[in-house]
């Protein structure tokens, strides 16, 4: 079974910075796409970031030029580079993985379990 792992979440002041990573386990032959979201208190989940097997990127407005999402898809793994940190950044951040395709078989899209983002001013 796939599973997603996030880490490197914490706390930051406002305009510093923080680097997330979500590692898929298993036996994986691809992903498709693997991205970001977030979920702030009392708010909808949203998309921050998203990254496609061969690099296309996608950003929500509110985090362009200032977040940097990447993949190593050799390990696996997409990070999310979070510089100039907002408060209003404060969420639980989801990593998810879709079209993945692995030993088990096909799935559409996994969840990790969260990691929180504490940003202070």
């Known amino acids: 079974q796939v599973q997603l792992v996030e880490s490197g979440g914490g706390l930051a002041q406002a305009g510093g910075s923080l680097r997330l990573s979500c590692a898929a386990s298993?036996?994986?032959?691809?992903?498709?796409?693997m991205g970001w979201y977030r979920q702030a208190l009392e708010k909808q989940r949203e998309l921050v970031a998203a990254i496609t097997a061969f690099g296309i990127t996608n950003y929500a407005n509110s985090v362009k030029g200032r977040f940097t999402v990447s993949r190593d898809n050799a390990k696996n793994t997409v990070y999310l580079q979070m510089n100039s940190l907002k408060p209003e950044d404060t969420a639980v951040y989801y990593c998810?993985?879709?079209?993945?395709?692995?030993?088990?078989?096909?799935?559409?899209?996994?969840w990790g379990q969260g990691t929180q983002v504490t940003v202070s001013s």
């Open positions: 298993g036996s994986i032959f691809s992903i498709n796409n």
């Open positions: 998810n993985a879709a079209g993945i395709s692995g030993r088990a078989g096909y799935r559409e899209a996994v």
